[in-house]
């Protein structure tokens, strides 16, 4: 299984984050194929004492790293890319890498 | 479930970081309790230009929550935790977060 990770940082408005995110940005990334799992978390907690440095984490796994990098290139992989600025006002980290 | 992330910036010896992590650490980590899933990788590439920010990610799943917390204060747990500086030269971030 292959795995992409995306960290987003605290943005300007959390609130609207949350909203947008949930109501727009999740249904657009639904649509993307052949993800084989994928989960979100507004509920980051760091291990030790501070604050969380995300405010969301986001997973989704592929059955490769082919399937993932067709996923991104499709029209519906676009239109998710496209829309991380309408609420990542904070920035965004995107790694992926193999899951044994 | 309920997800450990571990993610390790670029230590100042990867090569010894490598070696430890595999060789020492991670059995000192699989006798952590309570542990449904973990997996690791130092295949961390970035989603687009530039480098990764992480060197390695980790990831552990537990049954919840409170069985994560229980499982980092046994004695196995305490071990795990205080072998970390023996390698991670560079930093490293930990964060937990439910996984839907």
Known sequence: MYRLL???N?????????KYYVETHLPLASKIPGVK???YSFDVKPMGPGKSPY???????FESEAAMMS????KEGQAVAGDVPNYAS???TM???PVG
């Open 95 to 97: 790694v992926h890498f």
């Open 10 to 18: 605290e943005p300007k408005d959390p609130a609207h984050f949350r």
């Open 71 to 74: 996923a991104f290139g499709s």
């Open 55 to 61: 405010f969301c984490v986001f997973e989704a796994d």
């Open 6 to 8: 995306v960290l987003y």
């Open 37 to 39: 799992k994928a989960s």
């Open 90 to 92: 904070g920035g965004v």
